[in-house]
Every structure is written in structure tokens, then in C-alpha cells.
């Protein structure tokens, strides 16, 4: 699991300010947790991406961004209420979730929107 800033973000996710176009430059594909420090939800869904990433670790990136210290990261992506989970997948656009999804929530679009199998995963 990785926390982003903006710089990174461009570099490793998407460049929102030079491209037009949805253009994912991953290698993998990639959940990013928009979240802050104080959030209760947000506290839930942590230990639940440290799991994932771990069990996936290979197969998907999991990244983290601080909407407190990125506010022109989230705003560029109409993050309102947190936790807002991106998931993007090698091809095609991603799909934003928000509020606090459990542990089969997120197994299902790992499965269905970033096409990893859960039998593709390593137990954590």
C-alpha cells in the first residue's frame, strides 16, 4: 500500500492536468482510497486495503491519498463525502464507490471491475 501526492499520482495513475482523456498509466490495475486521518469510516476500510494488499500484492496496486493534504487531487476527482474508492482498471475507465464497503464489497469489484480473481490472491 502506497500513499500518493499529486506529483505521484500523475506519475503512476493518471496525469489529470496535461491529459485530456482518461489514460491510466499503471502497469496493474489499481484501488485508490481517498481518505482522511479523522474519518471514522475511512479508519474501517484500512485495515481491510492493508489485507487486500497484501493478499493481491502483485496482481494490484493499492494506493492511499490524504484528502486533507491533496485537496486539488480529490477536487479534481469530485470527492465530497470519504471514503471514495477509485478502482481503475488496466483498460477501460474506472468506477468510483464511496462510503465504507466490507470485506465481500470489495472482493466483488476487485473480481468485476479490475478483473483479479480472488483464487489469483495469496492469503495475507
Same mark, same amino acid.
Given at each position: 500500500?502506497? +500513499?500518493?501526492?499529486k506529483?505521484?499520482?500523475?506519475?503512476? !495513475?493518471?496525469d489529470?492536468?496535461?491529459?485530456?482523456?482518461?489514460?491510466?498509466?499503471?502497469?496493474?490495475?489499481?484501488?485508490?482510497?481517498?481518505?482522511?486521518?479523522?474519518?471514522?469510516?475511512? +479508519?474501517? !476500510?484500512?485495515?481491510?486495503l492493508?489485507?487486500?494488499?497484501?493478499?493481491y500484492?502483485?496482481?494490484?496496486h493499492v494506493?492511499?491519498?490524504?484528502?486533507? +493534504?491533496e485537496?486539488?487531487?480529490?477536487?479534481?476527482?469530485?470527492?465530497?463525502s470519504i471514503?471514495?474508492?477509485?478502482?481503475i482498471?488496466q483498460?477501460?475507465?474506472?468506477?468510483?464507490?464511496?462510503g465504507?464497503l466490507?470485506?465481500?464489497?470489495?472482493?466483488?469489484?476487485i473480481?468485476?471491475?479490475l478483473g !483479479?480473481? +480472488?483464487d489469483?490472491?495469496?492469503?495475507?
Amino acid at each position: 500500500m502506497e +500513499k500518493l501526492d499529486k506529483k505521484a499520482f500523475a506519475e503512476k !495513475v493518471f496525469d489529470y492536468e496535461n491529459e485530456k482523456e482518461w489514460k491510466y498509466r499503471g502497469q496493474l490495475p489499481a484501488i485508490v482510497d481517498f481518505y482522511a486521518d479523522w474519518c471514522g469510516p475511512c +479508519k474501517m !476500510v484500512a485495515p481491510i486495503l492493508e489485507k487486500i494488499s497484501k493478499e493481491y500484492d502483485g496482481k494490484l496496486h493499492v494506493y492511499k491519498i490524504d484528502t486533507d +493534504k491533496e485537496q486539488e487531487l480529490a477536487g479534481a476527482f469530485g470527492i465530497q463525502s470519504i471514503p471514495s474508492l477509485l478502482f481503475i482498471p488496466q483498460k477501460g475507465e474506472p468506477q468510483m464507490a464511496r462510503g465504507a464497503l466490507g470485506r465481500e464489497a470489495f472482493d466483488k469489484a476487485i473480481a468485476d471491475i479490475l478483473g !483479479v480473481k +480472488k483464487d489469483e490472491a495469496k492469503p495475507a
